[in-house]
């Protein structure tokens, strides 16, 4: 089993940065990839970022692009988000996940454990 707890969310102005952070504990995070989900409120969850467990391959949703960066400390066993020039319409519940596979999926349904999310909430 791993345990992912998420930690980072806050509010902050359009504009401006975050850097979310995942930490796992259980099990090492270096043989799962990991991903980065949010839901906003009426939205269905959907995929933002994510990595595979070497930290060599990403993927991201075209809406963050340019923004949003993710990476990896296998060390640390911890995956973080940062995310930049933040938009009202990244108000979001963040969520990390993890996957026992080597590349690096964009449907939910690939992971298996999830953590309990953090607000973003962006202002304008």
């Known amino acids: 089993q791993v345990q992912l707890v998420e930690s980072g969310g806050g509010l902050v102005q359009a504009g401006g940065s975050l850097r979310l952070s995942c930490a796992a504990s259980g099990r090492t995070l270096s043989s799962y990839a990991v991903g980065w989900f949010r839901q906003a409120p009426g939205k269905e969850r959907e995929f933002v970022a994510g990595i595979s467990w070497t930290g060599g391959r990403t993927n991201y949703a075209d809406s963050v692009k340019g923004r949003f960066t993710i990476s990896r400390d296998n060390v640390k066993n911890t995956v973080a988000l940062q995310m930049n020039s933040l938009k009202p319409e990244d108000t979001a519940v963040y969520y990390c996940?993890?996957?026992?596979?080597?590349?690096?999926?964009?449907?939910?349904?690939?992971?298996?454990?999830w953590g309990q999310g953090t607000q973003v909430t962006v202002s304008s």
């Open positions: 996940a993890a996957a026992q596979i080597t590349s690096v999926p964009g449907g939910s349904s690939w992971y298996d454990y």
